[in-house]
């Protein structure tokens, strides 16, 4: 017999037999006991045998979700009610061919683009740049840091090619890495300065890439590593990177209330942190230096010498042994790179997660081959495919569960699941019409209620409301106030939101289609995708002479492009259609490692370094 403050179990012949203490003389109920792990569910009260075969007294612990989270313990192995979702029909028509082929063609130019750019931002800040970071500074590569540091190398990068071709240069991987990979089996975020660019120095894209890094950690609650190697600000650009709430003070703000919400944050120090770039690691929670590679000081040994004449050595001045022995402002010392992300890795080794066993069920592939993703790819609005060829691609057994299937077609909305995760499906054909928004709002809120995550795959019409009579007025008065109401079940609705541009994203519509500003946990963007309040070739209505026209049209068509969005970081970054599902499963398992926290009740002080 095992005893629990709560219940009661004893083992008979195979099963384990549960009592409650009310009930103890009624008729004992049977448990399945091939998981092994039981739950007072109730009570919110889990109990797991101390070993696995033979059974042992159980151990007891109790704890309370937190009252904001919307997530629920789980050592629990849990089941899905059976469902058999409708497969849908993913053929395309014979009629269709030559818009598959044009779209191919158009996708195939596009992919060459992103092979490019991906090519250019491996080379860092070029041969030079490397041979000083490895050779004179004996530093090891971002890359090959990264590699040292996660469980292996399928992580998810983040907007890889922000940075490219702004109007003050190329910054390759706008000079630090960002992105979610799995450290002894726990998804985190990383941020890590490349200082093959530039020292590391922050250009006003690596500010906005950092606060974009820890804005998506603190979406999705991902404990974050920072490898620090930056020479501070980049000085020529410094009024658009220090004075501004969005700008280099915010990563310390962030990094509080991080703390504050028991969002885990560990620092690396791999190089120079010098200026701004000193306070991150002094405001983790925990902080790893390299010895002869890493320092912390506000002024470098050049300031020192310029105020006071004194001449001091980096090491000196603020080396792993001064941080580690005398200021305090780091808690392990490293004497080699390896070790300090071996001790990074102990370090996340002791956050208080409970992860489920790996789900070892068998996923149905998709009937249709995703590779066909590159021909349903939109080249512009008037190439567009029906959506649901996109979507019988992308699900679980190409099944679908549509909902309102015969109102508001241009909407498509509906159940599946992504590798077993069940998600609601908010697609668009185009225009989003009075009967599409509405349909939109109640599947929105359903999904909501239901505490479904959301996909959100859009394709957004270019065209602009013309008013040319009163009936199209009022339809559009119409129109206006069904896409209100689904703006705001899509900015209220609490659940996870994905969103993959996989054509246009244009004017209001996008908005409704959770585009950034309605602050998706995640928002990719195929290469063919344009995204611009109006897509080339639809200003006539707006200005008057065709030099206008042509001149306006040149800049939407250069200025509308998925790379020129991508390298501002209007984006999470630019996806291959034919990577989307595997993305997505990626993405969902990511945003549901929070439920697996034990403790994430928020603090009222963020973690002080006294
Ligand atoms: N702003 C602009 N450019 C900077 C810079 C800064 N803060 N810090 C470094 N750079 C540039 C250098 O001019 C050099 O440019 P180049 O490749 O075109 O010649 C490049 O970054 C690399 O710098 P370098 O000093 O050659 O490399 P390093 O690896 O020996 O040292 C640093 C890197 C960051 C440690 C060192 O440059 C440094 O201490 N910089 C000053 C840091 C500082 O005081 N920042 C205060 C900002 S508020």
Redesign the pocket.
């Given at each position: 017999m095992y005893c629990c403050m709560l219940r009661s179990f004893h083992i008979k012949g195979n099963n384990l037999i549960q009592l409650t203490r009310a009930s103890f003389s009624q008729n004992p109920q049977s448990w399945d006991t091939s998981s092994k792990i039981f739950s007072c569910t109730t009570y919110h009260c889990t109990h797991s045998p101390v070993s696995g075969s033979v059974w042992q007294p159980l151990t007891h612990r109790t704890h309370q979700p937190a009252a904001s989270s919307r997530c629920m313990s789980s050592t629990v192995r849990r089941r899905r009610p059976p469902s058999a979702f409708p497969v849908i029909d993913g053929e395309f028509h014979p009629v269709h061919r030559h818009v598959y082929e044009a779209n191919l063609r158009n996708s195939l130019i596009c992919q060459q683009k992103y092979l490019e750019n991906k090519e250019k931002v491996m080379k860092g800040g070029g041969e030079n740049?490397i041979a000083?970071?490895t050779l004179r500074?004996r530093k090891v590569l971002v890359r090959d840091r990264l590699r040292m540091l996660l469980d292996d190398e399928d992580y998810l990068e983040l907007s890889s090619f922000a940075g490219l071709g702004l109007p003050y240069g190329d910054i390759p991987s706008a000079g630090c890495l960002t992105g979610i990979g799995k450290i002894n089996g726990l998804w985190c975020m990383f941020i890590a300065n490349d200082?093959t660019v530039?020292?590391?120095?922050a250009y006003p894209i690596t500010v906005k890439k950092q606060l974009r890094a820890q804005v998506v950690a603190m979406q999705n609650r991902l404990p974050s590593v920072y490898l620090v190697d930056s020479?501070?600000?980049?000085?020529?650009l410094q009024s658009e990177i220090f004075p501004d709430s969005n700008h280099g003070g915010r990563t310390f703000f962030n990094e509080a209330v991080m703390s504050a919400m028991k969002i885990p944050q560990v620092a690396v120090v791999c190089g120079?942190c010098?200026?701004?770039g000193a306070y991150v690691p002094t405001m983790s929670e925990e902080a790893v230096i390299v010895h002869r590679i890493g320092t912390i000081f506000l002024?470098?040994p050049p300031?020192v010498k310029a105020a006071t004449g004194e001449e001091v050595s980096p090491e000196d001045l603020g080396g792993a042994r001064l941080h580690s022995e005398v200021s305090g402002c780091v808690d392990h010392f490293a004497a080699a790179e390896n070790e300090a992300y071996e001790f990074t890795r102990n370090i996340i080794s002791t956050l208080n997660y409970e992860l489920p066993e790996e789900d070892s069920a068998q996923v149905e592939e998709p009937l249709y081959n995703v590779d066909d993703l590159m021909g349903l790819a939109p080249r512009c609005y008037n190439h567009s495919m029906d959506v649901r060829l996109v979507v019988s691609r992308l699900t679980d057994g190409s099944r679908f569960q549509e909902f309102k299937a015969r109102y508001g077609t241009p909407l498509l909305t509906g159940f599946a699941r992504i590798e077993g995760h069940q998600v609601g499906i908010v697609a668009n054909n185009g225009e989003l019409t009075y009967e599409a928004s509405l349909k939109g709002s109640h599947f929105v809120q359903l999904c909501d209620q239901r505490d479904i995550p959301l996909i959100f795959l859009q394709n957004t019409a270019p065209e602009p409301a013309h008013t040319f009579s009163q009936t199209k007025a009022e339809s559009n008065t119409n129109r206006l106030k069904a896409q209100g109401s689904m703006m705001s079940a899509v900015a209220c609705a609490s659940v996870p939101k994905i969103t993959v541009v996989i054509g246009g994203c244009h004017g209001g519509d996008s908005y409704a289609m959770c585009g950034r500003a309605f602050d998706p946990n995640f928002l990719f963007l195929w290469p063919n995708a344009r995204v611009s309040i109006l897509a080339p070739g639809h200003s006539d209505a707006f200005v008057q002479t065709e030099e206008e026209i042509t001149q306006i049209n040149e800049m939407l068509e250069e200025e509308s492009s998925a790379f020129f969005s991508t390298a501002r970081l209007w984006d999470d970054g630019v996806i291959l259609p034919q990577d989307t599902r595997k993305v997505l499963s990626k993405c969902l398992k990511i945003i549901k490692q929070q439920e697996y926290q034990l403790s994430r009740e928020k603090m009222r002080t963020p973690f002080l370094r006294l």
């Amino acid at each position: 017999m095992y005893c629990c403050m709560l219940r009661s179990f004893h083992i008979k012949g195979n099963n384990l037999i549960q009592l409650t203490r009310a009930s103890f003389s009624q008729n004992p109920q049977s448990w399945d006991t091939s998981s092994k792990i039981f739950s007072c569910t109730t009570y919110h009260c889990t109990h797991s045998p101390v070993s696995g075969s033979v059974w042992q007294p159980l151990t007891h612990r109790t704890h309370q979700p937190a009252a904001s989270s919307r997530c629920m313990s789980s050592t629990v192995r849990r089941r899905r009610p059976p469902s058999a979702f409708p497969v849908i029909d993913g053929e395309f028509h014979p009629v269709h061919r030559h818009v598959y082929e044009a779209n191919l063609r158009n996708s195939l130019i596009c992919q060459q683009k992103y092979l490019e750019n991906k090519e250019k931002v491996m080379k860092g800040g070029g041969e030079n740049a490397i041979a000083r970071h490895t050779l004179r500074n004996r530093k090891v590569l971002v890359r090959d840091r990264l590699r040292m540091l996660l469980d292996d190398e399928d992580y998810l990068e983040l907007s890889s090619f922000a940075g490219l071709g702004l109007p003050y240069g190329d910054i390759p991987s706008a000079g630090c890495l960002t992105g979610i990979g799995k450290i002894n089996g726990l998804w985190c975020m990383f941020i890590a300065n490349d200082a093959t660019v530039k020292g590391g120095t922050a250009y006003p894209i690596t500010v906005k890439k950092q606060l974009r890094a820890q804005v998506v950690a603190m979406q999705n609650r991902l404990p974050s590593v920072y490898l620090v190697d930056s020479g501070g600000a980049f000085l020529p650009l410094q009024s658009e990177i220090f004075p501004d709430s969005n700008h280099g003070g915010r990563t310390f703000f962030n990094e509080a209330v991080m703390s504050a919400m028991k969002i885990p944050q560990v620092a690396v120090v791999c190089g120079s942190c010098t200026a701004g770039g000193a306070y991150v690691p002094t405001m983790s929670e925990e902080a790893v230096i390299v010895h002869r590679i890493g320092t912390i000081f506000l002024g470098g040994p050049p300031l020192v010498k310029a105020a006071t004449g004194e001449e001091v050595s980096p090491e000196d001045l603020g080396g792993a042994r001064l941080h580690s022995e005398v200021s305090g402002c780091v808690d392990h010392f490293a004497a080699a790179e390896n070790e300090a992300y071996e001790f990074t890795r102990n370090i996340i080794s002791t956050l208080n997660y409970e992860l489920p066993e790996e789900d070892s069920a068998q996923v149905e592939e998709p009937l249709y081959n995703v590779d066909d993703l590159m021909g349903l790819a939109p080249r512009c609005y008037n190439h567009s495919m029906d959506v649901r060829l996109v979507v019988s691609r992308l699900t679980d057994g190409s099944r679908f569960q549509e909902f309102k299937a015969r109102y508001g077609t241009p909407l498509l909305t509906g159940f599946a699941r992504i590798e077993g995760h069940q998600v609601g499906i908010v697609a668009n054909n185009g225009e989003l019409t009075y009967e599409a928004s509405l349909k939109g709002s109640h599947f929105v809120q359903l999904c909501d209620q239901r505490d479904i995550p959301l996909i959100f795959l859009q394709n957004t019409a270019p065209e602009p409301a013309h008013t040319f009579s009163q009936t199209k007025a009022e339809s559009n008065t119409n129109r206006l106030k069904a896409q209100g109401s689904m703006m705001s079940a899509v900015a209220c609705a609490s659940v996870p939101k994905i969103t993959v541009v996989i054509g246009g994203c244009h004017g209001g519509d996008s908005y409704a289609m959770c585009g950034r500003a309605f602050d998706p946990n995640f928002l990719f963007l195929w290469p063919n995708a344009r995204v611009s309040i109006l897509a080339p070739g639809h200003s006539d209505a707006f200005v008057q002479t065709e030099e206008e026209i042509t001149q306006i049209n040149e800049m939407l068509e250069e200025e509308s492009s998925a790379f020129f969005s991508t390298a501002r970081l209007w984006d999470d970054g630019v996806i291959l259609p034919q990577d989307t599902r595997k993305v997505l499963s990626k993405c969902l398992k990511i945003i549901k490692q929070q439920e697996y926290q034990l403790s994430r009740e928020k603090m009222r002080t963020p973690f002080l370094r006294l």
